[in-house]
Nanobody
């Protein structure tokens, strides 16, 4: 059974940093594209960063230059380093794993994804 467990969230002042981790179990992390998603209160979940099997990364414009996604396949872990945090970065961060698939929904945040339970990030101004 696939399981994703996020950690590393917390309270930080604006301008500070946090590093989120997502540990996967139940399958080989190296076979999947991974993503980090942010859900603000009352808003839809949105993809902020993703990394493919070969290490290609992509970021939402609002976090480019401040967030870095990385993965360690040996540890079955994906990370999100968040620097120069802003109050608008606050919310629940979810990790996703996209299994081998095809079609439009085969993407981070698509219908095939496995999800973690989320970790709360609070940024004080």
């Amino acid at each position: 059974q696939v399981q994703l467990v996020e950690s590393g969230g917390g309270l930080v002042q604006a301008g500070g940093s946090l590093k989120l981790s997502c540990v996967a179990s139940g399958y080989l992390l190296g076979t999947d594209a991974m993503g980090w998603h942010l859900q603000r209160p009352g808003k839809k979940r949105e993809l902020v960063a993703s990394i493919t099997l070969d290490g290609t990364t992509a970021y939402q414009d609002s976090v480019k230059g401040r967030f870095t996604i990385s993965r360690d396949n040996a540890k079955n872990t994906v990370y999100l380093q968040m620097d120069r945090l802003k109050p608008e970065d606050a919310g629940v961060y979810f990790c996703s794993a996209t299994p081998a698939c095809s079609g439009y929904e085969c993407r981070p945040g698509g219908l095939y994804d496995y999800w973690g339970q989320g970790t709360q990030v609070t940024v004080s101004s």
